[in-house]
């Protein structure tokens, strides 16, 4: 980032037919071109200018390309990957008690996480997503799969005071907590480590209280399952006597470090006090709809300032990790509830799946734009294509109208992971193999299927 920007730099994408840049005034930019050295963005803006200012070890050209920072998945349990479309059609309670919470006892381990977390690694990041924040248990284990992906990631290790597939004895919590940030120490600058409490009634104040305190000191992400069923308010309210928002304020958990996902349930009150806090929402539309959770107040949270980012959630309540299509979705279905066209329009939507996403899960100065001084994550999209064409407003193109299908070139921290629709880090054939191997297990498991839960295969 100190070299010479007026000189030679390592790489330079240029006669790319629209450049968006997702900075405050949410610049487009025709005939762009985007210089990077060092992993780091040095420079973006017309094409000419470019080519006349930088000499470049890779040149890259882009006709027929729209770029655009890589997209921020703010909530995802990527090594559910493998229970994708098991027990559809479930209320949120019977769907975890009676499906997902066994079949995570008796499937997941180190391995099972590596290998969904390369499979949701490798869906995001042909996908356009270069910055996903996770919340799981052997969570080093994804940090292995993220690394050998090359996504930029904030990982997650779960926290319960239930027993959890990789903690039989909630008791030693803090042990399991502290071994993971030690691990962390050792990752790559691309892997950040944060603590996720799943929710306020799968973690009492005691442990909810240390678990944030640890997160401050080491300055760290606090994640957790916030207001996301009307059950979870009723029974946060019949356990403490208040709303679990009060609650989190009460302990002291929510601060510009904290990212409450879904926020479904939330009153006015409580969005005011998640601004004062600055604590961030990740808004998960699909899961929320399949889930018959119900519907974010996704208005009133950005006419408070509250900083809000996407999240698919994971696999087995979306079914798949597509920001592209939860961008479509937050874009119309705010309107619709609101009976407010203007709700949610273009703009807004792409920030929180780009700036703003990258804000909430603590990465603001890294990436989610391209600007001079942030890592280089980014994407390009075809819009050579019949459903993209003609092309009058690019950032309504980007939420309304593209596909995770049309991303064709990724780079995350300058380094290109994705050419031509292809994955360069990953061999995804082998991938397949192997998540149809570790399939055949759960698919055969009684279990699971049983019960009359699960839904049919
Ligand atoms: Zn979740």
């Avoid at 054939?429 to 055949?440: F, G, Q, S, Y």
């Amino acid at each position: 980032m100190t070299k010479d920007h007026t000189a030679t730099v390592d790489l330079l994408l240029t006669r790319i037919d629209w450049l968006v840049l997702c900075d405050a005034d949410m610049t487009v930019v025709e005939r762009g071109a985007v210089a990077v050295d060092g992993g780091v963005i040095v420079d973006a803006g017309p094409c000419d200018a470019l080519e006349a200012r930088y000499r470049a070890r890779e040149v890259v050209r882009l006709p027929g390309h729209l770029v655009m920072p890589g997209l921020v998945n703010t909530h995802v349990h990527a090594a559910m990957t493998l229970f994708r479309g098991i027990g559809d059609d479930l209320p949120l309670q019977t769907w975890l008690q009676e499906v997902i919470f066994p079949a995570e006892a008796r499937h997941v381990d180190g391995a099972f996480v590596e290998l969904g977390t390369v499979l949701a690694c490798a869906e995001m990041l042909l996908g356009g997503t270069t910055t996903f924040c996770d919340g799981y248990f052997f969570e080093e284990a994804a940090a292995r799969a993220a690394a050998r992906s090359g996504i930029r990631a904030v990982l997650g290790q779960g926290v319960l005071d239930f027993p959890s597939p990789d903690l039989k004895d909630p008791s030693r919590a803090r042990a399991r907590v502290e071994a993971f940030l030690e691990a962390a120490g050792s990752w790559p600058e691309t892997l950040r480590p944060s603590l996720f409490c799943h929710a306020p009634y799968t973690c009492g104040p005691e442990t909810l209280r240390w678990v944030k305190d640890l997160c401050r000191r080491r300055g760290i992400l606090f994640q957790i399952h916030v207001s996301e069923t009307r059950w979870e308010v009723e029974e946060i309210e019949r356990k403490y006597g208040k709303r679990p928002v009060f609650h989190l304020d009460e302990l002291g958990v929510l601060d510009s470090l904290t990212l409450c996902a879904h926020g479904v349930w939330l009153d006015e009150d409580e969005i005011g006090v998640l601004a004062e806090r600055g604590a961030a929402v990740s808004h998960n539309v699909e899961s929320n709809l399949k889930l018959a959770s119900g519907m974010a107040p996704v208005a009133a949270l950005l006419r408070a300032g509250v900083p809000v980012g996407l999240g698919t959630d994971g696999c087995a309540s979306n079914n798949d990790l597509d920001l592209f299509s939860e961008m479509a979705l937050t874009a119309r279905l705010h309107k619709a509830v609101t009976g407010d066209p203007t709700v949610c329009p273009a703009r807004d939507v792409l920030r929180m799946a780009t700036v703003h996403g990258a804000r909430a899960v603590g990465l603001a100065h890294e990436t989610g734009s391209l600007e001079s001084g942030k890592r280089a994550d980014l994407i390009a999209l075809r819009i050579d294509q019949p459903h993209l064409t003609p092309l009058y407003d690019p950032i309504s193109h980007v939420v309304y109208a593209a596909r995770s299908s049309d991303v064709n070139h990724v780079w995350v921290d300058g380094r290109q992971v994705v050419r031509d629709g292809q994955l360069l880090t990953l061999d995804v054939p082998e991938i397949l193999r192997e998540a149809e191997r570790i399939a055949a297990a759960v698919r055969s498991d009684t279990h699971i299927w049983s019960d009359g839960s699960g839904n049919s295969v």
